[in-house]
Antibody, heavy 122, light 110 residues
Framework: EVQLVESGGGLVQPGGSLRLSCAAS????????MSWVRQAPGKGLDWVSAISGGGGNTYYADSVKGRFTISRDNSKNTLYLQMNSLRAEDTAVYYCAKITMTVVKVLDFQNWGQGTLVTVSS | QSVLTQPPSVSAAPGQKVTISCSGSSSNIGNNYVSWYQQLPGTAPKLLIY???RRPSGIPDRFSGSKSGTSATLGITGLQTGDEADYYC???????????FGGGTKLTVL
């Protein structure tokens, strides 16, 4: 059974940084691309970033490009999201997801974690 | 403002059928696969339909998907109170080079 468990969320001041983690199990982690999707309180889904199985290719939404960095450690079956220069509008539940991806596009989000809440406020 | 347009809400009685539409453009739905997600209250989204009309293992055949041109539709038959949830369509937008979602549709089973 696929399991994805996010951690690292919390309260951070505007301009601050936070690193999210997603521990994966139940599948061969290195064989799959992974992604982060966020959901602001009471709002819809918002794609953030994706990374190929080997980690060599990364993709970002324009809203986070240059501020967020996605990475993975396949030896630890863990996905990361380093978030810098955080803004109030980054406040959301952040989900990690196992995805289907071609070289240039995300096809679908197969499995989702339970999410971790990030609150950016002074 | 979402790239994909969904009705904010739909409703139907138990046992009935409902459809949820998702409208886009040639840069997204028109040239890419569509997927659908169910988000029950207080939980994470769950994949219902992928590649326009395929169901993952464990998803009942009461759920179906279709695509025509730049629009897609999710159909749910034999509605149950447990189907009350938010439903999202998603696809890739080749112009934005980004995954995009609809704004979500809240299904109420009266």
């Amino acid at each position: 059974e696929v399991q994805l468990v996010e951690s690292g969320g919390g309260l951070v001041q505007p301009g601050g940084s936070l690193r999210l983690s997603c521990a994966a199990s139940g599948f061969t982690f290195s064989n799959y691309a992974m992604s982060w999707v966020r959901q602001a309180p009471g709002k819809g889904l918002d794609w953030v970033s994706a990374i190929s199985g080997g980690g060599g290719n990364t993709y970002y939404a324009d809203s986070v490009k240059g501020r967020f960095t996605i990475s993975r450690d396949n030896s630890k079956n863990t996905l990361y999201l380093q978030m810098n220069s955080l803004r109030a509008e980054d406040t959301a539940v952040y989900y990690c997801a196992k995805i289907t991806m071609t070289v240039v596009k995300v096809l679908d989000f197969q499995n989702w974690g339970q999410g971790t809440l990030v609150t950016v406020s002074s | 403002q979402s790239v994909l347009t969904q009705p904010p809400s739909v409703s139907a009685a138990p046992g009935q059928k409902v459809t949820i539409s998702c409208s886009g453009s040639s840069s997204n739905i028109g040239n890419n696969y569509v997927s659908w997600y169910q988000q029950l209250p207080g939980t994470a989204p769950k994949l219902l339909i992928y590649e326009n009309n395929r169901r993952p293992s464990g998803i009942p055949d009461r759920f179906s998907g279709s695509k025509s041109g730049t629009s897609a539709t999710l159909g749910i038959t034999g509605l149950q109170t447990g189907d009350e949830a938010d439903y999202y369509c998603g696809t890739w937008d080749s112009s934005l080079s980004a995954a995009v979602f609809g704004g979500g549709t809240k299904l109420t089973v009266l």
